[in-house]
């Protein structure tokens, strides 16, 4: 994939595409309370300054798709976009969460800086065109379900309901049951749509409901999946992290460790720049 074929997208000061190198979307999951994520989000931009890598930090106010009815869903959208609002304020890095229904798109545009619509709401409409109607840049995560050329789809509800800032991420495709695969020979097709291509290194490693009443996972594939993606030339690279993933409420297994975020972007960084190489 060649930079420059795609269009720049900005989430807040945050460039996607356009020819640059690929930022970064990284933080926890969920929400585990307003110190637990400010902690987080420092060290995400302190590790991302150090390495040279813009990025957006995120976490979800609601995980409302979760194994169990009895899971973990995080402190809700009212505390959660105060939360968010204060990383923003105080650490000055732009912001992401998740949205799950039309009637939310309104109240998060007032405080995050890109709305994202999880894998299994991709195909939704009316929260794409809600998503849409803000104005901010909408960040679509691919359905497990859906062949690359699907995606085609997802970019033009957004872009006919008028707004240009769309940007896709890959996470894998169902393979089987309780398995993902990624399929790098759908990058190129993903990203001629015009728009950034991002790709979820974590999610990808998921094993859904492979715990039982939890979803699965196996860390220790993300940094392969990552460099390989980075080799790609994708324009952004979604990582979630956690101080403690083995006892996080959600995701923990495909969770990376905190500590392992600055030497992995570092070698990214060494990827990238190898691959840009004439």
């Known amino acids: 994939m060649k930079d420059g074929q795609v269009a720049r997208v900005e989430v807040g000061a945050v460039p996607f595409g356009g020819g640059e190198g690929f930022s970064l979307i990284a933080g926890p999951c969920v929400m585990q309370g307003r110190d ?19 990025v957006v930090f995120k976490s979800s106010f609601d995980k409302a798709n979760r194994t169990s009815g009895g899971s973990f869903r995080g402190p809700g959208i009212d505390e959660g976009l105060a939360i968010l609002a204060e990383v923003k304020r105080e650490l000055g890095v732009p912001v992401l969460t998740d949205v799950h229904e039309p009637g939310q798109c309104r109240a998060v545009a007032e405080v995050v800086d890109c709305l994202q619509i999880p894998a299994f709401l991709c195909r939704q409409t009316d929260l794409l065109l809600a998503a849409a109607d803000t104005g901010r840049v909408v960040n679509v995560k691919k359905g497990q379900f859906l062949a690359p050329e699907d995606t085609q789809n997802l970019v033009a509800k957004v872009q006919d309901a008028g707004n240009p800032n769309v940007m896709l991420t890959e996470r894998g495709s169902s393979f089987g049951y309780r398995a993902l695969i990624v399929d790098f020979a759908g990058f190129p097709t993903m990203r001629s749509y015009g728009q950034p291509l991002v790709f979820d290194a974590t999610h990808a490693v998921q094993r859904p409901g492979g715990a039982g009443t939890s979803t699965g996972g196996d860390r220790t594939k993300v940094p392969f999946l990552a460099r ?24 923990g297994p495909n969770m990376m460790r905190l500590e392992d975020l600055a030497p992995l972007l570092e070698q990214l960084q060494r990827i990238q720049n190898a691959a840009r190489q004439p």
């Open 36 to 54: 637990h994520v400010l902690r987080h989000a420092d060290a995400v931009a302190t590790a991302c300054r150090a390495a040279g890598v813009p």
């Open 228 to 251: 390989a993606a980075v080799a790609c030339g994708v324009d952004g690279l979604f990582l979630e992290v956690h101080e403690d993933p083995d006892n996080a409420p959600s995701d």
